[in-house]
């Protein structure tokens, strides 16, 4: 038996242990989410900016109140509007670039994020069934989420249209062979 640092001093000891056919690295997935996800984020988006647009409002007046300093009420007008912009028009066009999926035979890859960009392959093998979901927003643009679930949790596929939402969730289970619940 191999002691611990006798593991570390072989300089092969990755390279034999891994081969060079094992290393190669997947391609990007090259399935795109639905362009109308970006109009939908933005609904979305800009019923949260309301809700903040409000709250600053109450803020800007309990400031003016007791304070009386116009440029102390101005603040949170301020950060709400630069919120406004930052999630109705700058977040969904970026994450619908970043947002990526490819359905293989054997995998699910799904590759998204904004700030931190997140890769996760989900084997068929360990699918233990599939799901579409929509929200009224959602539905209101003819889309549906796909939700692929495991033992360690659930990974979504957002915004893709209904059609291609249930074709996707089909061909997934039947990858998968999860037995469909009639």
């Not at 630069?82 to 028009?89: D, E, F, L, P």
């Not at 929200?135 to 989420?145: C, D, F, N, Q, S």
Request: proline content about 5%; charged content about 20%.
């Amino acid at each position: 038996m191999e002691t611990k640092s006798a593991l570390y001093d072989r300089p092969d000891s990755f390279e034999t242990a891994v081969p060079d056919a094992e290393l190669t690295v997947r391609p990007e997935p090259a399935e795109h989410i639905d362009r109308r996800a970006v109009r939908a984020w933005r609904v979305a988006g800009a019923a949260g900016a309301t809700i903040t647009l409000v709250i600053a409002t109450a803020v800007g007046f309990l400031i003016e109140r007791l304070s009386g300093a116009w440029w102390l009420v101005a603040i949170p007008f301020i950060i709400a509007i630069a919120n406004a912009v930052i999630v109705v028009w700058i977040i969904p066009t970026v994450r619908w670039r970043q947002w990526r999926y490819a359905v293989t035979e054997r995998d699910v890859d799904l590759k998204r994020g904004i700030v931190v960009i997140t890769r996760t392959l989900v084997p068929m093998t360990r699918v233990q069934h599939v799901d579409t979901t929509q929200g009224p927003i959602m539905r209101h643009y003819g889309l549906a989420t796909v939700i692929i679930a495991t033992a360690a949790g659930a990974q979504e596929i957002p915004a893709l249209s209904l059609e291609v939402a249930e074709a996707l969730r089909d061909r997934i289970a039947a990858l998968a062979g999860v037995a469909e619940d009639v």
